[in-house]
């Protein structure tokens, strides 16, 4: 084997050590995107015009990115998501400490997710799957869906759509709470919307909109 390669296969060995035990690991990119791999420990991870994934049960400190989605395997430890013009897709069993922000984006957040702190967007559908939101859920134009046996506390808001690019009818949000799900706090709705409300979840005061009644799964379309 050339001394050429021998050279490269060590760098290559050496910086996935680096990047499997490094929580000061700051990743920054420019028009291109970043792989954490699985059961990594990184810093900051920052990019624009690319995408992040992070691996099954790796830690990072942040991702943010912007023309770019974020994809987070199972089990993986952050502080806070955000990115802009793009989603966002949490695995199972993810724990976010502090926030998660998506403009122009969809947020899912899967099986046993939780996050401590606030869930926003301002475009794109925001799912939860079983999981859990500590600061409440806010959006202005994105469907919202509290899954069967989710819990959200911090109440949910739908703020006033500002925009001026309307074309015909405006369409309403749909918000659905799902069966044996829980949202504490207010459902303050500053537009209209659609609300469908599971008879076995349990919800705080309703401001701006009127709840329907739904059994089985899931609301008719």
Not at 4 to 23: E, R, T
Not at 200 to 220: D, E, L, Y
């Amino acid at each position: 084997m050339s001394r050429i390669v021998i050279s490269f296969l060590l760098a290559f060995s050496l910086g996935h050590i680096a990047l499997a035990g490094n929580a000061d690991l700051d990743i920054d990119k420019v028009n291109g995107s970043i792989h954490v791999p699985d059961n990594a420990t990184v810093g900051k991870l920052s990019t624009v015009n690319g995408s992040i994934h992070v691996g099954a049960g790796a830690h990072a400190r942040s991702a943010g990115t912007v023309n770019g989605g974020i994809d987070i395997g199972d089990g993986v430890t952050l502080k806070s998501l955000d990115t802009v013009n793009g989603g966002i897709h949490l695995g199972n069993n993810v724990h976010v400490a502090q926030t998660i922000e998506a403009v122009n984006g969809s947020i899912t957040l899967g099986k046993g997710g939780d996050v401590s702190g606030k869930l926003s967007n301002v475009n794109g559908s925001i799912r939860l799957d079983a999981a859990h939101v500590g600061g409440g859920i806010s959006t202005v134009s994105g469907d919202i869906t509290v899954g069967a046996d989710s819990r959200v506390e911090g109440g949910i808001f739908v703020d006033e759509d500002h925009s001026w690019f309307h074309f015909g009818p405006v369409r309403k949000p749909r918000i659905v709470i799902g069966p044996h799900a829980v949202v504490q706090g207010t459902l303050t709705f500053k537009r209209a919307v659609q609300l469908y409300v599971s008879d076995s979840a349990t919800i705080g005061k309703v401001k701006g909109a009127t709840a329907v009644k739904f059994s089985g799964a899931q609301p008719p379309n």
